[in-house]
């Protein structure tokens, strides 16, 4: 739907390339066409991740610790993100662990439907032209980024919350 009405109807945003100039990524020419497949990669995450931490937020909020520094006069702005966001962060960091593989399969399916050359097309190469290797590759550095990405969320528990040590 994104294709059809931003690029064939309003014709603002391009489709099916990533640029032409050898400045990818520090081209003002070339960040348009990052629009259309980051925003398709990114909505339904940024949903869940927007509930989640708005839900973790006001259980804070509403919790002894918080109702205390606000007795003892602490400011709004410093309750909220000195104590509040840091205590409602674990939450969202177990979710975005978790939306990793999600995000992983999603960029498989943006890079062939926006001819992005990519690993995810890689694989769908392979795929189709049986090269069990190339697909053993790009399935085992797929597994590798979601293990260390794991590892990742779980050190930053420790760094995040003192109190959670393993």
């Known amino acids: 739907m994104m294709i059809l009405i931003f690029n064939k109807q309003l014709g603002w945003l391009p489709f099916g390339t990533r640029g032409t100039t050898d400045a990818f990524f520090f081209s003002w020419e070339n960040l348009r066409f990052f629009v259309m497949p ?4 990114a909505w339904g995450a940024a949903a869940v991740y927007l509930r989640l931490t708005r839900s973790a937020m ?10 205390l520094a606000r007795a003892k006069g602490v400011g709004g702005t410093k309750i909220i993100w000195k104590h509040a966001f840091r205590n409602a962060l674990i939450p969202p960091l177990t979710v975005s662990s978790l939306m990793m593989a999600g995000l992983i399969t999603g960029s498989v399916v943006i890079e062939a439907v926006f001819s992005w050359p990519g690993l995810g097309r890689l694989a769908i190469q392979a795929v189709w032209d049986n090269d069990f290797p190339i697909l053993t590759a790009t399935v085992l550095f797929f597994a590798v980024v979601f293990v260390t990405v794991n590892f990742i969320t779980d050190v930053l528990y420790a760094v995040i919350d003192p109190r959670i040590r393993y």
Request: charged fraction near 30%.
């Open 38 to 41: 980051a925003f398709a990669v």
């Open 58 to 67: 006001l259980e804070v909020l509403d919790s002894e610790f918080v109702k």
